[in-house]
């Protein structure tokens, strides 16, 4: 699971913005990967003959744009989601926190998990609209945008629709949470070197296998998850669930049954794909927006490099290091005589 350190220099309005623009272009860039994944999962026609066909049906029929179906509801889900996890995440912290204020990884992982099963509850609603936005015909569309598709899943099925597949995915949340934990306590065997000393590179090497282990295990839970919100008597084959079902357990047996257990995992190979540019475009982008960021806030020379500002002091926070400025400002400034006035 990979996190993105909190700078001190950075507001929280800098750090909540520098995050939420490095997430919708990781999303935006991966969102073909995204769609296949959900595709796959839901089992619809377009990917009965693999991946790479689904991807060229789909654009045959739908056109090159339906390849990023889903991803503006995707996108304006990243910043109520990052904040609701964010300030959930510091409450678990500081109450797993024991007396000297040290936390272990396996609290820190659980605080984590804890946190974003609040996110997603709470924004669950529109990652079910990002569903069916997804597996509809673009050019014959059941839902016409985003406020549309809200409207009539809540006027047609009812308030619990939008809430369909919640328990999986808070379920999934366990082994994702055991995957994660199983990679970082073995990170420093694997790399035989403390893990204070790990460089930007392992780190990001250590996200992306964290990320991929967690994810193949908790990817049985996210494949039911994705048919319990892409079935519907009110859209066409029922929203081309490959098979039917009456709850969660009953879409458990029905995939392993008609599907085989594999079936499960069935559009792993896309997901796992998209991990590696998800995590490189999403640093990337955070790195130089903060870098924007301390150089509009003064602590470094420019954009361009880390290079930072002579006499100024790095641990004071913006606020204060805007009004040192301008008390020096205020001192300095000569004053105006009194023969000149």
Not at 209 to 236: D, G, H, I, N, Y
Not at 263 to 275: E, M
Request: net charge positive.
């Amino acid at each position: 699971m990979a996190t993105l350190r909190r700078d001190g220099r950075l507001t929280a309005l800098q750090r909540l913005g520098c995050a939420g623009l490095a997430g919708a272009l990781s999303l935006s860039l991966t969102a073909p990967l995204e769609l296949l994944t959900v595709l796959a999962q839901v089992g619809t026609w377009h990917c009965r003959r693999g991946l790479r066909d689904a991807g060229r049906s789909l654009c045959r029929t739908e056109g090159v744009r339906a390849l990023w179906k889903g991803n503006l509801t995707a996108c304006l889900r990243l910043c109520p989601y990052s904040a609701l996890q964010l300030a959930a995440s510091r409450r678990l912290v500081t109450f797993s926190m024991d007396e000297l204020g040290h936390i272990s990884h396996w609290r820190a992982i659980m605080a984590g998990s804890l946190a974003g099963m609040v996110a997603t509850t709470v924004t669950y609603p529109s990652d079910v609209v990002k569903t069916r936005l997804i597996v509809q015909n673009r050019l014959e569309p059941s839902y016409q945008g985003i406020l549309h598709a809200f409207y009539q899943i809540y006027h047609q099925e009812g308030l619990r629709a939008l809430y369909r597949g919640v328990s999986p995915a808070i379920l999934g949340a366990v082994p994702f949470s055991a995957g994660s934990f199983f990679v970082y306590i073995n990170l420093d065997t694997i790399w035989q070197e403390p893990i204070v000393r790990f460089t930007p590179l392992q780190n990001f090497v250590n996200g992306c296998v964290a990320a991929a282990v967690a994810q193949t295990l908790s990817f049985p839970f996210e494949t039911v998850k994705r048919k319990m919100q892409a079935q519907s008597p009110w859209l066409p084959h029922y929203g081309g669930v490959d098979v039917h079902f009456t709850g969660m357990a009953d879409c458990f047996r029905q995939t392993v049954k008609h599907k085989g257990v594999l079936g499960l995992w069935r559009g792993l190979t896309p997901s796992l794909l998209k991990i590696v540019p998800y995590f490189g475009v999403m640093f990337s982008t955070f790195e130089f927006c903060k870098r924007v960021c301390l150089y509009r806030n003064g602590y470094i020379q420019s954009p361009l490099n880390y290079k930072l500002t002579p006499g100024v002091d790095q641990s004071l926070h913006p606020q204060e290091l805007r009004e040192l400025r301008l008390l020096r400002r205020e001192n300095f400034e000569p004053r105006k005589s009194a023969l000149e006035n």
